[in-house]
């Protein structure tokens, strides 16, 4: 939050901050990244003494941005994230109009990921979303320090909608990174071993790939560590080794007992897996075959009489 508050602070024309906490309103002025007028601390009445929260006004200086008409859509999409990760809490989005009107959307979600994914797959999905939760503790290599992960993971299987997306400390991953490994290596390992074990492949059979399971799987992680590794500056994915051997191990466990007890939803997996992967594979064959005979008649009417094929 420094980088992104001080980042803010130089990008503004100008910029107001008040802080309420500790029983005190705090009100900083910045213009064009510099402090005006400093700092004012004011007692707050006996009424607000609990009071805290940050409010932040900014506007944009064009001398740094090229554009400064921001789409709502832009704010909508930041609110509905932040509502999915932060359950049970209302984001309000008022957008003030050219006539003066003030229109106002609220996102909220009761039960966080739970929810968003049972909105996103709708009626007539293949299995029932799921929603899994787990505390870790461990580290990311023998010499670095002991920490916490609280893994919540929502996730069912549709043959309409097929999405990933993975949340840590209420930040969006559009990267994914320790999440998304552990996600692809969980959900393929379990997937191949009750294939394997219900004789589904066919003698000789390639095994599935993560693509076979991707196509039908909709989930949605929202992670919480007490030391985040970032992979770089953009934190738009996470490094942290531990975090993806924790989660990689916890979901091949919970979909293997997951298997046992919904036996019906398993066998609607395993089929349609198989299915994304059988017809992936013959539409690769006929891309390749289709290759072929084009490139054999373009070196037929190109070669030289005497070469002809062994």
């Known amino acids: ?102 229109p106002e959307e609220d996102f909220v979600y009761e039960h966080g990921i739970q929810d968003y994914v049972a909105e996103l797959a709708g009626e007539g999905a293949l299995t029932t979303p799921v929603f899994w939760q787990a505390e870790k503790r461990g580290r990311d290599r023998a010499d670095k320090p002991e920490y916490r992960v609280k893994l919540n993971i929502a996730w069912c299987f549709s043959n309409r909608v097929h999405l990933m997306e993975h949340y840590h400390n209420s930040s969006f991953l559009e990267h994914g990174g320790s999440p998304d490994k552990a996600t692809r290596l969980a959900f393929v390992a379990a997937l191949d071993k009750y294939l394997r074990d219900n004789n589904k492949y066919t003698k000789g059979e390639s095994k599935i790939t993560f693509p076979d399971v991707q196509e039908c799987l909709l989930l949605v992680s929202s992670n919480f560590s007490t030391q985040t590794s970032y992979e770089n500056q953009t934190k738009k994915a996470i490094t942290n080794k531990f975090i993806q051997d924790a989660m990689s191990e916890f979901l091949r466990q919970q979909l293997q007992v997951y298997f046992i007890e919904n036996h019906d939803a398993a066998e609607r997996m395993a089929a349609q897996v198989l299915i994304n992967k059988r017809s992936r594979e013959t539409a690769e064959r006929t891309r390749l075959n289709t290759r072929k005979k084009l490139t054999e008649k373009i070196d037929i009417a190109n070669r030289v009489q005497k070469f002809v094929d062994c």
């Open 1 to 102: 939050n420094g980088l992104g508050a001080c980042a803010t602070q130089y990008a503004s024309r100008y910029m107001d901050v008040t802080v309420w906490r500790d029983g005190f309103e705090y009100k900083l002025h910045f213009e064009r990244g510099e402090i005006v007028g400093g700092l004012e601390k004011t007692p707050l009445p006996k009424s607000q003494v609990r009071k805290t929260g940050t409010r932040t006004r900014w506007l944009p200086d064009l001398d740094v941005f090229t554009d400064i008409a921001i789409p709502a859509e832009y704010f909508t999409d930041v609110l509905r994230r932040q509502a999915v990760v932060n359950e049970g809490i209302t984001f309000k989005f008022r957008d003030q109009q050219e006539d003066g009107s003030l």
